[in-house]
């Protein structure tokens, strides 16, 4: 499992590096602009205009690509998390078909595994915290088979029992999928070449400025700013469990909520 600088920090982190890169690039260009004044008069001379035209062209056009991909993704998450919770649901009603002996060590079996699959927003956010995670769900999830096998072996086999294990199975398969979506993040590379892109456009724009001789800090802070919050918005849809975006529980807690007062216990 990998997971970059990116995401083992808050999300303030890098905000913070994404905008001061930005502004050091726009100073950057805009010191050398001061510097070569002398020999371009003209900020369009020499292809000036082409390349700065074509530069925000393509920012726009990776930041709306990566933009749709972490909706995407964040909404691929979101259906996870409601797919994981009709599937226990569903699991822990066939569950209740069954007879004793069994029954009872099934429902509180998949109660314990629903519980390790949510988890309070914020609370998991370095390595550490996620492989703890990832290794507490893995240990109830084994405990599901064999207890349906104990269920099944009870005696002969009938529809009630097929049912219960194909119920046991779509949870299976929802652990499987919630994992997969969760672990999907965009590629590094296309962050940091967002990144790059983003530099080098402020920081043609802002020797083009030097050129003329005067830049407007407040406007170009303000487009470096906005950039910088587009950027967060993209990286906080691959951490759907802290920063500003995040994919609620709500559906699995009401689970855990039904599957807790049908055996009268608590939290």
């Known amino acids: 499992m990998e997971f ?3 995401y083992n920090f808050p999300i303030w982190v890098p905000g913070i590096m994404f905008i001061a890169v930005l502004a050091f690039a726009l100073e950057f260009g805009y010191r050398v602009g001061l510097k070569r004044s002398g020999k371009w008069k003209d900020a369009d001379s020499g292809g000036g205009a082409v390349v700065l035209t074509s530069l925000f062209a393509l920012l726009g056009l990776v930041l709306a690509f990566t933009y749709a991909s972490g909706v995407s993704r964040f909404d691929a998450r979101k259906a996870a998390v409601l797919h994981e919770a009709n ?3 569903t699991a822990y009603h066939r569950a209740d078909l069954v007879a004793e002996p069994g029954r009872t060590q099934l ?3 998949l109660l314990d595994y629903a519980r390790s699959r949510t988890f309070p927003l914020g609370s ?7 492989l703890a995670v990832l290794d507490k769900t893995l240990k109830q999830l084994a405990r599901l088979w064999p207890a349906t096998k104990a269920v099944i072996a009870q005696g002969k086999p009938g529809p009630i029992e097929a049912s219960l294990v194909t119920g046991i199975n779509a949870v299976i398969d929802a652990h499987t999928v919630r994992i997969t979506a969760v672990l999907d993040k965009l590629p590094k ?3 940091w070449m967002l990144l790059f892109v983003a530099a080098a456009s402020l920081s043609v724009a802002g020797y083009n400025a030097g050129i003329q001789g005067r830049m407007s800090r407040w406007r170009m802070t303000t487009f470096a700013l906005v950039l910088t919050c587009l950027m967060i918005v993209i990286l906080d849809f691959d951490r759907p469990n802290d920063g500003l975006v995040v994919v609620k529980h709500s559906a699995i807690n009401a689970v855990i909520a039904e ?3 049908d055996l009268g216990l608590g939290r």
């Open 4 to 6: 970059t600088v990116l």
């Open 87 to 89: 599937a226990i649901g």
């Open 107 to 109: 429902k509180e079996v």
């Open 124 to 130: 998991v956010v370095t390595v550490e915290e996620r």
């Open 189 to 191: 590379v296309v962050m």
């Open 259 to 261: 599957m807790e007062a």
